[in-house]
């Protein structure tokens, strides 16, 4: 079983420039997750899916981000432009919906730092 | 905010020694669950209990829960280096929405 696969694992970027990072869900999973985890502000819950369709995304801080899934293997979460203060790792989760609560598998995130 | 906050935020211990971390939240929950989180990683689940259960036990870990306190308590017996981590709580409200709010985390050391 592969698990929740992410990419990039490190992102550098400039200030300005957009930024995609994507997530490849566990198969069969129907929830996916977006999270910020900053020393600051610890885990945030930006955005769910639920069968591609996005639940809940009052968790996404500003216009500035967005994201999608097309379908139920593959999501991105886009910044553009960039920040400074976007700097935190990102992860993506998935699980099975239909369960309520069940158990969160997570990415090994992606490390955004932009300068 | 249904955040919970794990206290303590740092605990030392020696391997062997008994480890204690606890956790409160602030809303009624449908279950509550505790992650590990490696350095440089993503966060592992651990253990889950649901509202009308009082105690969990999985291998070396307790899970406690007190519902009337809005309080948990994860405890790991005859810890080990490999232990070091950081854990953290997170809850589902009666909502019914399928989304974890996670704690702050302790930070736990297990040293050799």
Redesign the interface.
């Known amino acids: 079983d592969a698990g929740v696969i992410q990419s990039p694992r490190h992102e550098v970027t400039e200030m300005g420039q957009e930024v995609t990072l994507r997530c490849k869900p566990i198969s069969g999973h129907n929830s996916l997750f977006w999270y910020r985890q900053t020393m600051m502000r610890g885990l945030e819950l930006l955005i769910y899916f639920n069968n591609n369709v996005p639940i809940d995304d009052s968790g996404m801080p500003e216009d500035r981000f967005s994201a999608k899934m097309p379908n139920a293997s593959f999501s991105t979460l886009k910044i553009q432009p960039s920040e400074p203060r976007d700097s935190a790792v990102y992860f993506c989760a998935s699980s099975l919906a239909g369960q309520v609560g069940s158990p969160l598998h997570f990415g090994n995130g992606t490390r955004l730092t932009v300068t | 905010s249904q955040?919970g906050e794990e206290d303590p935020q740092a605990l030392s211990i020696q391997e062997g020694e008994n480890a204690t971390m606890n956790c409160s939240y602030k809303t009624s929950i449908?279950?509550l669950?505790w992650?590990r989180q490696n350095s440089?990683?993503?966060?592992?689940?651990l253990i889950?209990i649901r509202s009308n259960e009082r105690e969990k036990h999985s291998g070396r870990l307790r899970v406690t829960l007190d519902t009337s306190k809005k309080s948990s308590s994860l405890l790991i017996t005859a810890s080990r280096a490999a232990d070091t981590a950081s854990y953290?709580c997170?809850t589902?409200d009666q909502t019914?929405?399928?989304?974890?709010?996670?704690?702050?985390?302790t930070r736990l050391t297990v040293i050799p």
């Open positions: 955040q449908n279950n669950q992650y440089g990683r993503g966060l592992v689940h889950l953290f997170a589902l019914g929405a399928n989304n974890l709010f996670f704690g702050t985390g």
